[in-house]
């Protein structure tokens, strides 16, 4: 395993795969949209199962499209899910060290990418080094610190508290949202536009996909196994979170959001 794929503290879970599978330009790239045209040059960094690759491909046709990860596993997922895509391909890589010229692309993206590093300035940096004069940078994280719920939960309470000690752990930031911009300026940006956007998973069909993700989500991801051995939270404990996201999800009032930080770089 790589350097790179070891740090991803998420791991590629079939709860952690599941939850990105949803994931589009629309719910999750809404910001870089209207940078988007026919011919530009993308390369999507941390693509996972390649849903927003696809759609990327898909808006800037005939233009080519490389998603980057760090494992072949979660790369054979991507390109079965973009198989008839013409303009799209997947590879190995590491956004600390990008094997790309300076500017060969013209957008360089990255949704839930830099929360996972541990020097995610750097990663940026490389992100700018790769974009051509007149391209543009775009990156989106969640902001843990932010989610809010309801009904109120203790057991929530100790979910978020476990996934930002783990994530600590791993020297990651799972408050990346709110730095985003602070981030960008250190990784030498000067022309930057800052915004935030939210998802919640509140419909009776949203909790269920949502609360039962993250039931399993905190049993059997790499997150759990990292719980447990940094003694961030025991066995039990993690047993009762997941018994806390299943009634939350049963629960007629359940409300769920967690904000995102986003900013556009233009070189």
């Known amino acids: ?28 790239a809404a910001y870089l949209r209207a940078e988007l045209r026919p011919g530009l040059r993308v390369l999507d960094v941390g693509c996972g199962p390649g849903t927003i690759t696809a759609d990327l491909a898909r808006l800037v046709a005939p233009g080519p499209v490389t998603g980057l990860d760090v494992t072949e596993d979660i790369l054979d997922q991507a390109r079965k899910h973009a ?6 391909d997947f590879r190995l890589g590491d956004v600390n060290a990008l094997e790309f010229p300076d500017g060969a692309f013209d957008v360089v993206h990255a949704h839930q990418v830099l929360l996972h590093l541990r020097d995610p300035v750097g990663a940026l940096r490389e992100m700018l080094r790769v974009t051509k004069p ?14 809010l719920w309801f009904p109120a939960d203790p057991r929530l309470e ?11 752990a791993n020297g990651a930031e799972p408050d990346a949202g ?3 911009l602070s981030w960008a300026h250190a990784a030498g940006a000067t022309d930057v536009t800052p915004s935030a956007s939210i ?4 419909t009776p069909a949203e909790r269920a ?10 049993l059997d991801s790499r997150i759990a196994g990292q719980a447990v051995a940094g003694g961030h939270a025991s066995p039990e404990e993690l047993h009762e979170i997941s ?9 007629p009032d359940g409300f769920f959001a967690i904000p995102h930080g986003e900013v556009l770089c233009r070189k």
């Open 1 to 28: 395993m790589s350097t790179a794929a070891h740090s991803y503290g998420q791991g590629h879970a079939e709860s952690v795969v599941r939850s990105q599978q949803w994931r589009t330009v629309d719910n999750s």
């Open 83 to 88: 198989a008839a895509a013409g303009n799209l």
């Open 134 to 147: 007149g391209g543009v940078v775009a990156v989106r994280d969640t902001d843990y610190l932010g989610a």
């Open 158 to 168: 100790r979910w978020r508290a476990v996934y930002r000690a783990v994530s600590h």
């Open 178 to 180: 709110r730095r985003l």
């Open 199 to 202: 998802w919640s998973h509140s």
């Open 209 to 218: 996909w949502w609360g039962g993700m993250w039931a399993e989500r905190i």
């Open 243 to 251: 018994a806390g996201w299943r009634d939350w999800a049963a629960h």
